[in-house]
């Protein structure tokens, strides 16, 4: 059957852009085997070609083209359902490169669409009621991704679905997340691998975000146990039986050419 690979960053190649072991040669011997392959991350402190760069500097051989990230798919989202209207991000990082053809502004009182992008000393008090005072106004406000951790050398952060649960409550209001778990992602991955969704293996760490999400939106899921991966939330899922559970799980990315190719055989 035809393959192809889509493959989170954080927590499956890289932990605070540090290969994972065995990572780099499992990514380049999927790519001699000519899978077709799309990087799929809610990473938004960095750009697609400053993430290039910092997986190239950890030795794995990828291109900015090959890499959506979340805070390039909320620009589309928003040429797309919001053209020409003044936006003001909070996010942690610099990505106005991944966010050209919107119009970005500093002045959140002018706003006319609110964006939130990935945690951090951004999301202080005075901002966060900012967007709360932006929702009740009725200024939609959209989100980069609901991630609610992220994990680093030094442990598990939290980050932006944590605030999106409370400003929702705030306002009375849902916010539109772009990033993954939503279908978008993978549907624009899927597409422009010119495949199925069925024929395309999502490979992640957050078993809800990556796995699930895909599985959702009709993909093989495949959980990798590094990175974010609590071995006690995947058994708790394991024992509700009506529950979805993961389509595979593998100890790690190195595993994912043995797997691949299982797959690839039936
Ligand atoms: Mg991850």
């Not at 003044?86 to 966010?99: F, Q």
């Not at 944590?162 to 306002?171: F, P, Q």
């Amino acid at each position: 059957m035809a393959l192809g690979l889509l493959l989170d960053i954080d927590g499956v190649m890289v932990t605070s852009w540090k290969a994972l072991p065995g990572a780099v040669d499992a990514v380049a011997k999927l790519y001699e085997r000519g899978y077709p392959r799309m990087f799929l991350t809610n990473t938004t402190s960095r750009s697609r070609g400053d993430i290039a760069e910092a997986l190239n500097a950890c030795g794995f051989e990828v291109s900015p083209e090959e890499i959506l990230t979340a805070a390039k798919l909320t620009a589309e989202y928003l040429t797309a359902n919001h053209p020409g209207k003044r936006v003001w991000v909070l996010n942690e990082g610099p990505i106005a490169e991944d966010m050209t053809g919107v119009e970005l502004t500093d002045d959140p009182a002018s706003a006319e669409v609110v964006v939130l992008g990935g945690a951090g000393p951004v999301f202080d008090h005075r901002s966060l009621s900012q967007v709360l005072e932006s929702m009740v106004s009725g200024v939609p406000v959209v989100a980069m991704h609901r991630s609610m951790t992220w994990s680093t050398a030094g442990g598990l952060s939290i980050d932006t679905g944590v605030y999106l649960e409370g400003l929702e409550k705030a306002a009375g209001r849902k916010i539109k997340a772009i990033g993954k778990p939503s279908p978008l992602g993978f549907r624009a991955a899927v597409d422009l691998m010119q495949l199925e969704p069925n024929q395309v293996i999502m490979v992640g760490d957050d078993m809800h975000n990556d796995v699930l999400g895909a599985q959702a939106a009709a993909l093989i899921g495949v959980l990798v146990r590094t990175g974010k991966f609590r071995d006690e939330a995947l058994r708790a899922l394991q024992r509700d039986e009506f529950g979805p559970v993961p389509d595979h799980v593998i100890d790690s990315v190195a595993d994912l050419p043995a797997l691949v190719q299982k797959l690839a055989e039936q």
